[in-house]
Structures are given as C-alpha cells and as structure tokens.
C-alpha cells in the first residue's frame, strides 16, 4: 500500500511558476514508477509526466514539454512537479501517482494523491 500526499498548489499569473511536490508512505517507494495528471473542471483526468524508478526515464505530455520538469528523490520518498511559464489551461487538479512501471495511462496506475490545485489566471 502507498499513500501519496501532494502539496505546493496555488493561485499564480500567467507566466509564474510553481513547484509541486508528492510525498509517498511507502519504503519500497524507490521500486515505483510516479506520474503527475490533471484534471480540469467538466474534463477528462489528462497525463502531465512520469519518471521512472530510478529517475533515468522521463515522459512528458506535449503540452508541457519544455515547461515543466518532474524528479524524484528516493532517500526523501519524494516527486516533484516544477512549472514555469503557466498558462490559464493549465488550471486544474493536479494528482501524483504511483506504479510499478512507467506508464503515461492513468488507468494503469495503482495509486493516487487526493490532489492538489492549481489555478492561473490571465
């Protein structure tokens, strides 16, 4: 069983920037695939990015390749979300996963934060 706790949300200006960060439970922490998606009011929960177990392998949507970067550090049981350069239609719900192996498909990961908001205004 892991249990994720995401933080870091807000309220920012296009073109600011924010760190997310998940804490997981787990000590087996280090043997898990993370991802990071969102969802927006009235649509789907969307991929955003995910990293591999040991941090070598990273995935992002096109929608925020370039802007945003996703780590890990295993010692700490943490993944973080950094976002630069926020536009408006990246307000949403963000939500930290886990799986045993790297997925950009949200109905393959086996667990989940409850989320954490993330709101820029134009």
């Known amino acids: 069983q892991v249990q994720l706790v995401e933080s870091g949300g807000g309220s920012v200006q296009a073109g600011g920037s924010l760190r997310l960060s998940c804490v997981a439970s787990?000590?087996?922490?280090?043997?898990?695939?993370m991802g990071w998606f969102r969802q927006a009011p009235g649509k789907e929960r969307e991929f955003v990015a995910a990293i591999s177990w040991s941090g070598t392998s990273t995935y992002y949507a096109d929608s925020v390749k370039g802007r945003f970067t996703i780590s890990r550090d295993n010692a700490k049981n943490t993944v973080d979300l950094q976002m630069n350069s926020l536009k408006p239609e990246d307000t949403a719900v963000y939500y930290c996963a886990a799986n045993p192996s790297l997925s950009a498909l949200a109905r393959e990961y086996h667990y989940w934060g409850q989320g954490t908001q993330v709101t820029v205004s134009s």
């Open positions: 787990a000590r087996t922490f280090s043997s898990y695939a």
